[in-house]
Nanobody
Framework: QVQLVQSGGGLVQAGGSLTLSCAASGRTFTSYNMAWFRQAPGNEREFVAGLKWSGSATVYADSVKGRFTISKSIAKDTLYLQMNSLKPEDTAVYYC????????????????????WGQGTQVTVSS
């Protein structure tokens, strides 16, 4: 059984930085496409960033491009999301996710395509 355990997050002022981590147990999840999503109250879960299993491609939502960086540690089997220049509109619960099969394509932006999810971590950016 694959489990994704998130850490990081918290409260930060606008313009600040945070790093989220997502560690896997049950399999080497960094061998599969991975992604970060977020969900603000009253909103649908939205794609933030994705990383292809090979590490050869990253994709970002336009709203975070140039500010957020997705990466992974193969040795630690951990996914990261480095968030810089945070804005109040980045406030949300953030989730890491991965798939159950290896994909040829770049990471999907659709939550329905992901099979395993972290527990979520709150990020709050104050103005």
């Amino acid at each position: 059984q694959v489990q994704l355990v998130q850490s990081g997050g918290g409260l930060v002022q606008a313009g600040g930085s945070l790093t989220l981590s997502c560690a896997a147990s049950g399999r080497t999840f960094t061998s599969y496409n991975m992604a970060w999503f977020r969900q603000a109250p009253g909103n649908e879960r939205e794609f933030v960033a994705g990383l292809k299993w090979s590490g050869s491609a990253t994709v970002y939502a336009d709203s975070v491009k140039g500010r957020f960086t997705i990466s992974k540690s193969i040795a630690k089997d951990t996914l990261y999301l480095q968030m810089n220049s945070l804005k109040p509109e980045d406030t949300a619960v953030y989730y890491c996710a991965t798939m159950s099969t290896r994909q040829r394509n770049n990471p999907s932006r659709a939550p329905k395509d992901y099979d395993y999810w972290g527990q979520g971590t709150q990020v709050t950016v104050s103005s």
